[in-house]
């Protein structure tokens, strides 16, 4: 049975993946707190806004990080 041989950088595709997926957790809930807030402080309506723009961008978050975790899987089982 031949043996796989096994690349030199084996190790940046799955942190390269690690840093998309964690991307789709980070940045959409961080502007949203920030957007949030600001839209609080604008309109003196605390937490109302921050609340409402968080719900939103944790919805995209998950949405975002359910496609782009599909799409690794069909490209890991393309790979097999």
Known sequence: MPEKKIEKNYWVEPLQMF????AWIVFPVLL??????????KYDSSPRWFL?????????????????????YKNIDKHK
């Open 52 to 72: 409402i723009v968080i719900g939103l961008s944790f919805i995209i978050s998950m949405i975002g990080l359910v496609k782009d975790t599909l799409k690794e």
């Open 19 to 22: 840093f998309r997926l964690s």
């Open 32 to 41: 949203g707190a920030l957007l949030g807030k600001w839209l609080d402080k």
